[in-house]
């Protein structure tokens, strides 16, 4: 999961862009980058960091033009100490193009060799997003039937890439004098969403937070397979471009990617944690009893909304007991097991009056590596917790991801291939609670607020081992992971370019 934004209006969009960014800045901690366009001319700045550091007032005043797009990046391709990889990516032809995804593609390596043999174009990273623009810009090149360029031909070139490309994909790309197209996979597995300016400014973005703080009035949700193009007037056109299209949106956005404010696919995010909460309470009840228990703990900052609803619906009183300094990113998407694990010390602190003497619940919203949990669990201890209890709003997670997650192997997950007692021997906490996964499911539908798409399913692919576009091998898996592990190996040397810079 990255961020991504894309504007058209009648006014200059840099400082737009980069607001919008940062209400992204949680679904990419490694790098962000802009892309604005005047008079067919591209303005681009993109390095790795932090939206706050990456842009300076320098660099905003080189970002003219009343049309642009932008992105914060996780790496889950390729390597995530290049700046290179940092996105927008760029083409001169057709026209001159810059593309921004979130997503993976599990195709990319094969893409790359037809690319190159058959389409005649270089790829000069690793990265599977410069994959995804070189396909499109070979598919409009085709599709293009003289000028100006037509909505219709732009549709073609995006069932083009539909056609070819597989994996997940929320992409949004300008075409220098032409327009801005955006396109959501035919599974709609990774999140994108439109809304307008009251100047009629149209704003497409990962996530509605991005809508909302930007004063822009959130419309729809991108339907999976369909096309929107925003020529530079302003003026919409969308087309479905997929012969098969059914929405299976990726279930971890709801456990733990987005913003809690967030609506996605008609379904609101906090309240989907809630309902997580109040589910995975049940589960607590037949595990260990509630008058065991004197106090539910939240491990900041996702859990909160499930751990508040369980609290309640057992009874039992919610205390902050670990304060989170703010200036420490989000663990979980810091590239590297070394700095994710120093990072659980430094961003979490106990509350020791909290823990003193008491049988402690905690409860995470999600248990991926363990890293935290394990952390957590000794701070605890260290607190003085009588009984420490672990609970977990999301099932166990016991399969790679390759939809734009990164955990590629399963061999680094704690979950995989252990039982819940092997599991809680390694976290080292008294009791073990975890979420199932029908429940979970059942759950985040319920917490749907509009009637956006017909919802088929959800992917859960992490928990179930059910890949919803249903075309991957044990070799795609281990194809994905070759590069990732390359960059687990360099962690050390470059944990210290990972760290969000303190003085933020
Ligand atoms: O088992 P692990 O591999 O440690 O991963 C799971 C943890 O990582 C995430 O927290 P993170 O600190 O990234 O973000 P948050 O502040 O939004 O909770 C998530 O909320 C869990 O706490
Ligand atoms: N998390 C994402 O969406 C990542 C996008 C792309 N695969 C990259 O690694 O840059
Ligand atoms: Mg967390």
């Known amino acids: 999961m990255c961020g991504i934004v894309g504007v058209v209006s009648s006014a200059p969009v840099n400082q737009l862009i980069y607001d919008a960014l940062l209400l992204l800045q949680h679904r990419g901690q490694d790098a962000a980058g802009i892309?604005?366009?005047l008079d067919r001319k591209f303005f681009m700045h993109k390095a790795k960091g932090m939206v706050r550091d990456v842009f300076?007032?320098?660099?905003?005043r080189s970002l003219p033009g009343n049309c642009g797009l932008g992105q914060v990046r996780y790496p889950t391709a390729g390597n995530a100490f290049s700046e290179e990889e940092a996105q927008p990516f760029y083409v001169n032809a057709p026209?001159?193009?810059?593309?921004?995804?979130?997503?993976?593609?599990?195709?990319?390596?094969?893409?790359?060799?037809?690319?190159?043999?058959?389409?005649?174009?270089?790829?000069?990273?690793?990265?599977?997003?410069?994959?995804?623009?070189?396909?499109?810009?070979?598919?409009?090149?085709?599709?293009?039937?003289?000028?100006?360029?037509?909505?219709?031909?732009?549709?073609?070139?995006?069932?083009?890439?539909?056609?070819?490309?597989?994996?997940?994909?929320?992409?949004?790309?300008?075409i220098a004098g032409h327009g801005l197209v955006a396109f959501r996979d035919p599974h709609g597995i990774r999140p994108l969403c439109m809304g307008r300016g009251e100047d009629g400014s149209i704003m497409l973005a990962s996530e509605s937070v991005a809508l909302d703080g930007?004063?822009?009035?959130?419309?729809?949700?991108?339907?999976?397979?369909?096309?929107?193009?925003?020529?530079?007037?302003?003026?919409?056109?969308?087309q479905?471009?997929?012969?098969?299209?059914?929405?299976?949106?990726?279930?971890?956005?709801?456990?733990?990617?987005?913003?809690?404010?967030?609506?996605?696919?008609?379904?609101?995010?906090?309240?989907?944690?809630?309902?997580?909460?109040?589910?995975?309470?049940?589960?607590?009840?037949?595990?260990?009893?509630?008058?065991d228990i004197d106090v539910v703990i939240p491990i900041p900052e996702s859990s909160r909304p499930s751990a508040?609803?369980?609290?309640?619906?057992?009874?039992?009183?919610?205390?902050?007991?670990?304060?989170?300094n703010r200036y420490v990113g989000r663990t979980f998407i810091m590239p590297g097991q070394a700095v994710r694990k120093k990072s659980v010390r430094q961003k979490l602190n106990t509350i020791v009056s909290e823990f003193k003497g008491r049988n402690v619940l905690l409860?995470?919203?999600?248990?991926?590596?363990?890293?935290?949990?394990?952390?957590?669990?000794?701070?605890?201890?260290?607190?003085?917790?009588?009984?420490v209890y672990m609970a977990s709003a999301a099932p166990p997670v016991r399969y790679p991801n390759v939809y734009g997650i990164d955990m590629p192997t399963k061999e680094e997950l704690v979950a995989h291939g252990r039982s819940i007692?092997?599991?809680?021997?390694?976290?080292?906490?008294?009791?073990?609670?975890?979420?199932?996964?029908?429940?979970?499911?059942?759950?985040?539908?319920?917490?749907?607020?509009?009637?956006?798409?017909?919802?088929?399913?959800?992917?859960?692919?992490?928990?179930?081992?059910?890949?919803v576009t249903g075309d991957i091998s044990a070799n795609d898996i281990s194809r994905l992971n070759e590069t990732r592990l390359q960059v687990e190996e360099g962690d050390d040397d470059n944990s210290r370019l990972a760290l969000p810079n303190a003085s933020v």
């Open 35 to 37: 892309v604005t366009q």
């Open 240 to 291: 479905y471009c997929s012969e098969k299209s059914q929405l299976s949106p990726c279930i971890f956005e709801y456990v733990y990617l987005a913003r809690p404010d967030s609506t996605m696919d008609g379904i609101s995010v906090y309240q989907a944690r809630l309902n997580l909460g109040e589910t995975l309470a049940k589960r607590v009840i037949s595990t260990v009893p509630p008058s």
């Open 56 to 60: 300076r007032t320098r660099n905003m």
């Open 421 to 467: 007692e092997e599991i809680r021997q390694i976290i080292g906490c008294d009791a073990l609670i975890y979420q199932d996964v029908d429940a979970m499911k059942t759950a985040v539908a319920q917490a749907r607020v509009n009637a956006a798409g017909a919802l088929s399913d959800f992917d859960a692919s992490c928990f179930d081992g059910i890949y």
């Open 214 to 238: 930007t004063a822009h009035q959130f419309e729809r949700d991108v339907a999976p397979g369909e096309a929107i193009f925003v020529d530079l007037e302003g003026q919409m056109h969308t």
């Open 363 to 387: 409860v995470d919203d999600s248990i991926v590596r363990g890293t935290t949990s394990r952390e957590i669990v000794q701070m605890a201890r260290d607190a003085g917790a009588r009984k």
């Open 95 to 174: 026209f001159g193009l810059v593309l921004v995804h979130n997503g993976n593609l599990t195709n990319a390596h094969a893409l790359k060799a037809e690319l190159f043999s058959n389409d005649h174009r270089h790829i000069n990273t690793e990265s599977d997003s410069e994959v995804l623009l070189n396909v499109l810009a070979h598919e409009l090149e085709k599709t293009t039937r003289g000028l100006p360029l037509k909505p219709m031909d732009v549709f073609e070139a995006v069932r083009g890439v539909n056609r070819r490309v597989k994996g997940s994909y929320a992409v949004i790309a300008l």
């Open 308 to 324: 508040t609803q369980l609290a309640h619906l057992l009874g039992i009183p919610y205390r902050e007991g670990f304060v989170k």
